[in-house]
């Protein structure tokens, strides 16, 4: 058996349930430390979960000691750090709050998930207050989807701005299965850095991610280095936009993310 570890985030084992998966394929049993056990749950009885440890795993699938390398992603990152190669970041999910999710398919628009605004990294100590955007800009995203889509309202946490034009706030009332059970059938997501980059890359969503001006240019290395082409692994459905942008190109990015939503239900 495999012993493998990432970092302790949700979305980071986001990540690691990929990894898991794609040892899994090629016939391993693995053990995964991860707080989070409902995200490998489509793999059943081909992982077994373990509380998060650092110590004692002969995997470690985590970016963290390649911040610094330019060209490659987190995702990426974890599996060069795994020593893997051909990973899929995908996520096998099957609907289990069926109720739930039929509720609001009814509606009949396209499902996005909004990420509540919260503390960033959720430590409490506000260490990566930089890299939440600038909330009226997310709002000015917000209006221009309104009508276009159900929005939803995911995340945990204490919210720091209230967005108005939210059609369904189930903020703070999902367990982690019900969110990856809403994610699973949402049409696309609007977030910031955090875990619904990887959420909605595991789904191969269009997704549309605000980010900070004021974390790209944080004094913090750490922070500073999460830049949208190092944390974003799929360009071909996430975009980001940075939050001192023109309301012109903020427009555009909205407008993509709808017609990609169109063009994903239309396939």
């Known amino acids: 058996m495999i012993s493998i570890r990432g970092g302790s985030g949700l979305g980071d084992s986001l990540y690691l349930q990929a990894i898991a998966r794609h040892l899994v394929l090629r016939g391993e049993r693995v053990e995964a430390c991860s707080d989070w056990p409902d995200v490998f749950r ?40 795994a020593g893997l190669a051909g990973v899929e970041l995908r996520l096998d999910w099957r609907v289990g709050d069926r109720a739930l999710v ?42 221009r989807l309104r009508g276009r889509a159900l929005l939803v309202q995911v995340g945990k946490g204490e919210p720091l701005f209230r967005l108005d034009g939210i059609d369904v706030d189930l903020a703070n009332r999902t367990s982690v299965a019900g969110l990856l059970d809403l994610a699973s059938v949402a049409a696309g997501f609007v977030g910031f850095c955090s875990f619904m980059a990887p959420l909605a890359e595991s789904f191969s969503a269009p997704a549309l991610f ?40 903020l427009t555009r990015a909205v407008d993509a993310l709808a017609d990609a939503i169109r063009g994903r239900r239309a396939a």
């Open 102 to 143: 039929d509720a609001l398919l009814a509606d009949g628009r396209p499902v996005v998930l909004v990420q509540m605004p919260r503390e960033p990294m959720a430590r409490g100590d506000g260490y990566a207050m930089e890299l939440l955007p600038d909330c009226g800009r997310l709002q000015q995203a917000i209006d």
């Open 42 to 81: 489509p793999l059943g009885e081909g992982v077994r979960i373990a509380p998060f440890r650092r110590a004692a795993v002969q995997l470690v699938a985590h970016y963290s000691m390649r911040r610094h390398v330019a060209g490659t992603d987190q995702f990426t990152d974890c599996c060069v750090q």
């Open 210 to 249: 605000l980010w900070s001006r004021r974390g790209l240019e944080s004094r913090v290395e750490l922070i500073r280095r999460l830049t949208p082409a190092k944390v974003l692994h799929r360009p071909a459905t996430s975009r980001a936009v940075i939050d001192d942008c023109s309301d012109a190109d």
